[in-house]
């Protein structure tokens, strides 16, 4: 049974790592490994840092380290075997071997130290794994051309001038580009740069951080200064992630790279978020080495006790804050929360209004201006949701009022809303009431729609919200609304026109705050209680018939509230109508065919309202146009069908139809009874 290498604790309070010496040791030899702790201050072991993908890791193939068995992925065997030299021991840095990977505390600490691991390395060797015949002839090819260009006295490490100029003659002198063996070797250019090691997000910090490096293929060995010009002179096109990657090697590209720009967390996230990482956690800790921001604040560490989710949180926290502070933050996906990173601060905030997180909405009107996008809309976001914690409400009024320059009637770009219009359409009754105990408020403003916070708060059925505009001396209750070249009205109009079973509390407390009763609106001349009549807004209208409305008030073409109430099918309404007195025969006399509620009612399809005026003894009577008699006589007025299919519903008789039809047509028989006698027997009974 195999005896397995068991890690001996470092001590996490210092800058300790372990290396690696991998014993010489020819090609048929077992590959022996030993490990030594040291401290990266110190000038201790010479070591050479392995940058490598993990490649298959269902594979694992026995090594022996520290006189133990330790199993390895099968393409860090290769690694080890490739790099062993015969003659004397090697000392290299290798993660899979020198971190306790099962200890997150131990592989914590490491990952924290790992730009400083790189660059204290001799060199980074870039293992991109087993060679083939084309790589060879690339790896020969370049080996000897990196030899003409360092003799050459225009050669400069960090220029590409010396490197243009002698590739032409070496081209001329293998017969030009084109020739089998270059094609093969362009090919393996292009097999090298298609190899999993450069999407892989470590290699950038390890790339960054290395003083020299090399490209290591098989037994091939190129040094990235001639590596990184290749793609160029060879006319291989690189994606943008490979081309990063390159940009930052130990070579020409370094001088003019992202790399002297000193990139921050942020920014570094929008480039390489989709790099792979085979631990989620490392699309975030892969970077932090090479973030400025990080670096200089040391406010945020790789934590491998947290799942990706704590990691994404902590890394929202930091972004936001400058720090991970201890107020909630959102738990976004890693996908969304590199789409919020533009104005991150501002979309944690607008998730605390959204969740009533109040610690941390304090935490961000604390730290931001309210004068520049996007901050400028906080007000607006925090006007429009109404969970925040009511405790905690007066606090965040403070900070967002006291700012120096707030304008308590800034209005949103697009609606033109103010600040008491956006509480009032959310019903956001703690903003409204904060908002209405501040001076210079103008409480009555149109927003563009012409409305007014409180026409909004009333057509949203805002009760809380109404309820705060009320008794203020400086709120209109009865200024007018909507487009003026369209119907104008009152809130309470509004109100009595809605549908909604919750409307009757508003409409009260309108009324009983001085509301206009009768005040109407712009267009057809219509109160309060003829369009509730009109709508079915059966408590309203009971409202305001209680509180003295006009039954018989008209509009403009002389409908009365119970001519509404018969037109549009509403029995509850005529109910109503009816005991309060209303006019069963009153008629809508503005217009040229005045007509009784009857008439009106026998138009609708739903017998109902027909139903119950006749119950009440209403009746047609001269005037109610019930007849076209060219069209009655020539059997093509289907309504008169109908109008005789109610009367016998009612009971009626043939009689008693052909008296009420006479009469509403004042009296006219010509034509009638041959009429009758065709369309009586067809109606059913």
């Given at each position: 049974?195999?005896?397995?290498?068991?890690?001996?604790?470092?001590?996490?309070?210092?800058?300790?790592?372990?290396?690696?010496?991998?014993?010489?040791?020819?090609?048929?030899?077992?590959?022996?490994?030993?490990?030594?702790?040291?401290?990266?201050?110190?000038?201790?072991?010479?070591?050479?840092?392995?940058?490598?993908?993990?490649?298959d890791v269902s594979v694992d193939v026995k090594i022996t380290l520290n006189g133990r068995?330790?199993?390895?992925?099968?393409?860090?065997?290769?690694?080890?075997?490739?790099?062993?030299?015969?003659?004397?021991?090697?000392?290299?840095?290798?993660?899979?071997?020198?971190?306790?990977?099962?200890?997150?505390?131990?592989?914590?600490?490491?990952?924290?130290?790992?730009?400083?691991?790189?660059?204290?390395?001799?060199?980074?060797?870039?293992?991109?794994?087993?060679?083939?015949?084309?790589?060879?002839?690339?790896?020969?090819?370049?080996?000897?051309?990196?030899?003409?260009?360092?003799?050459?006295?225009?050669?400069?490490?960090?220029?590409?001038?010396?490197?243009?100029?002698?590739?032409?003659?070496?081209?001329?002198?293998?017969?030009?580009?084109?020739?089998?063996?270059?094609?093969?070797?362009?090919?393996?250019?292009?097999?090298?740069?298609?190899?999993?090691?450069?999407?892989?997000?470590?290699?950038?910090?390890?790339?960054?951080?290395?003083?020299?490096?090399?490209?290591?293929?098989?037994?091939?060995?190129?040094?990235?200064?001639?590596?990184?010009?290749?793609?160029?002179?060879?006319?291989?096109?690189?994606?943008?992630?490979?081309?990063?990657?390159?940009?930052?090697?130990?070579?020409?590209?370094?001088?003019?790279?992202?790399?002297?720009?000193?990139?921050?967390?942020?920014?570094?996230?929008?480039?390489?978020?989709?790099s792979r990482a085979s631990d989620q956690r490392d699309s975030i800790y892969a970077l932090?080495?090479?973030?400025?921001?990080?670096?200089?604040?040391?406010?945020?560490?790789?934590?491998?006790?947290?799942?990706?989710?704590?990691?994404?949180?902590?890394?929202?926290?930091?972004?936001?804050?400058?720090?991970?502070?201890?107020?909630?933050?959102?738990?976004?996906?890693?996908?969304?929360?590199?789409?919020?990173?533009?104005?991150?601060?501002?979309?944690?905030?607008?998730?605390?209004?959204?969740?009533?997180?109040?610690?941390?909405?304090?935490?961000?009107?604390?730290?931001?201006?309210?004068?520049?996008?996007?901050?400028?809309?906080?007000?607006?976001?925090?006007?429009?949701?109404?969970?925040?914690?009511?405790?905690?409400?007066?606090?965040?009024?403070?900070?967002?009022?006291?700012?120096?320059?707030?304008?308590?009637?800034?209005?949103?770009?697009?609606?033109?809303?103010?600040?008491?219009?956006?509480?009032?359409?959310?019903?956001?009754?703690?903003?409204?009431?904060?908002?209405?105990?501040?001076?210079?408020?103008?409480?009555?403003?149109?927003?563009?729609?012409?409305?007014?916070?409180?026409?909004?708060?009333?057509?949203?059925?805002?009760?809380?919200?109404?309820?705060?505009?009320?008794?203020?001396?400086?709120?209109?209750?009865?200024?007018?609304?909507?487009?003026?070249?369209?119907?104008?009205?009152?809130?309470?109009?509004?109100?009595?026109?809605?549908?909604?079973?919750?409307?009757?509390?508003?409409?009260?407390?309108?009324?009983?705050?001085?509301?206009?009763?009768?005040?109407?609106?712009?267009?057809?001349?219509?109160?309060?209680?003829?369009?509730?009549?009109?709508?079915?807004?059966?408590?309203?209208?009971?409202?305001?018939?209680?509180?003295?409305?006009?039954?018989?008030?008209?509009?403009?073409?002389?409908?009365?509230?119970?001519?509404?109430?018969?037109?549009?099918?509403?029995?509850?309404?005529?109910?109503?109508?009816?005991?309060?007195?209303?006019?069963?025969?009153?008629?809508?006399?503005?217009?040229?065919?005045?007509?009784?509620?009857?008439?009106?009612?026998?138009?609708?399809?739903?017998?109902?309202?027909?139903?119950?005026?006749?119950?009440?003894?209403?009746?047609?009577?001269?005037?109610?146009?019930?007849?076209?008699?060219?069209?009655?006589?020539?059997?093509?007025?289907?309504?008169?069908?109908?109008?005789?299919?109610?009367?016998?519903?009612?009971?009626?008789?043939?009689?008693?139809?052909?008296?009420?039809?006479?009469?509403?047509?004042?009296?006219?028989?010509?034509?009638?009874?041959?009429?009758?006698?065709?369309?009586?027997?067809?109606?059913?009974?």
């Amino acid at each position: 049974m195999d005896d397995f290498y068991v890690y001996t604790p470092i001590d996490l309070s210092t800058n300790a790592i372990r290396v690696l010496r991998l014993c010489r040791g020819y090609d048929t030899d077992p590959i022996v490994c030993e490990i030594v702790q040291i401290f990266l201050e110190d000038d201790g072991v010479p070591y050479e840092a392995l940058s490598y993908t993990w490649g298959d890791v269902s594979v694992d193939v026995k090594i022996t380290l520290n006189g133990r068995t330790k199993l390895v992925k099968d393409n860090l065997y290769t690694a080890l075997h490739c790099l062993r030299r015969a003659d004397q021991d090697r000392w290299l840095w290798v993660d899979a071997l020198c971190i306790d990977q099962v200890n997150d505390r131990e592989k914590s600490h490491q990952v924290n130290r790992m730009r400083l691991i790189y660059e204290k390395a001799d060199r980074v060797l870039i293992w991109l794994g087993r060679t083939t015949d084309d790589i060879d002839l690339l790896m020969e090819m370049m080996t000897q051309f990196r030899k003409r260009v360092r003799r050459r006295d225009d050669y400069r490490r960090d220029q590409l001038e010396a490197w243009t100029r002698e590739w032409p003659v070496l081209m001329k002198e293998s017969g030009g580009m084109w020739t089998d063996f270059n094609v093969r070797r362009r090919n393996g250019l292009i097999d090298l740069l298609s190899r999993p090691w450069f999407q892989r997000v470590w290699v950038l910090q390890e790339a960054f951080s290395a003083k020299r490096a090399a490209i290591l293929c098989g037994r091939n060995e190129i040094a990235t200064e001639t590596f990184v010009v290749m793609p160029k002179l060879m006319n291989v096109e690189t994606d943008d992630h490979v081309q990063s990657v390159l940009d930052i090697m130990p070579g020409y590209l370094r001088v003019t790279s992202w790399r002297n720009a000193q990139p921050d967390l942020r920014t570094l996230l929008k480039k390489f978020w989709r790099s792979r990482a085979s631990d989620q956690r490392d699309s975030i800790y892969a970077l932090l080495g090479i973030s400025s921001d990080v670096r200089s604040s040391g406010k945020l560490d790789a934590n491998y006790t947290i799942p990706f989710s704590g990691a994404i949180q902590t890394a929202v926290s930091y972004l936001a804050f400058g720090e991970v502070a201890t107020c909630p933050v959102p738990r976004y996906g890693f996908a969304a929360f590199v789409a919020n990173l533009d104005n991150l601060l501002f979309h944690v905030l607008e998730w605390a209004i959204t969740n009533g997180k109040d610690q941390t909405i304090k935490e961000v009107l604390s730290r931001v201006s309210l004068v520049q996008p996007p901050y400028s809309r906080i007000p607006f976001v925090l006007a429009e949701h109404a969970a925040v914690g009511q405790d905690k409400f007066s606090e965040i009024k403070h900070l967002l009022f006291s700012r120096d320059g707030f304008d308590i009637n800034v209005r949103w770009e697009g609606n033109k809303d103010t600040l008491l219009h956006a509480a009032a359409r959310a019903g956001n009754t703690s903003m409204a009431k904060a908002l209405l105990s501040q001076g210079g408020l103008d409480p009555n403003a149109y927003n563009r729609d012409w409305q007014t916070p409180l026409s909004l708060a009333v057509e949203n059925g805002r009760l809380p919200v109404v309820l705060a505009f009320l008794g203020r001396g400086s709120v209109d209750i009865d200024r007018h609304v909507g487009e003026p070249t369209a119907r104008r009205c009152t809130a309470l109009w509004l109100a009595a026109a809605m549908k909604a079973q919750d409307t009757m509390p508003v409409v009260e407390a309108l009324i009983q705050h001085g509301a206009g009763i009768e005040a109407r609106d712009t267009l057809l001349g219509e109160t309060p209680l003829c369009v509730s009549a009109k709508e079915g807004n059966i408590d309203a209208m009971r409202m305001l018939i209680l509180h003295g409305a006009n039954i018989e008030a008209r509009n403009m073409v002389g409908m009365t509230p119970i001519c509404f109430a018969a037109k549009y099918g509403h029995v509850l309404a005529i109910t109503a109508l009816l005991n309060a007195g209303a006019d069963i025969q009153a008629r809508s006399c503005g217009s040229s065919s005045p007509n009784t509620p009857l008439w009106l009612a026998l138009h609708s399809s739903d017998t109902s309202a027909a139903e119950e005026l006749l119950r009440n003894g209403a009746r047609l009577e001269a005037g109610d146009s019930v007849v076209d008699l060219q069209r009655f006589v020539k059997g093509f007025n289907t309504s008169m069908r109908h109008v005789i299919h109610v009367f016998r519903k009612m009971g009626r008789s043939d009689h008693e139809i052909r008296e009420e039809i006479s009469r509403a047509n004042g009296g006219e028989t010509h034509g009638l009874e041959k009429a009758l006698v065709w369309w009586l027997p067809t109606v059913t009974r």
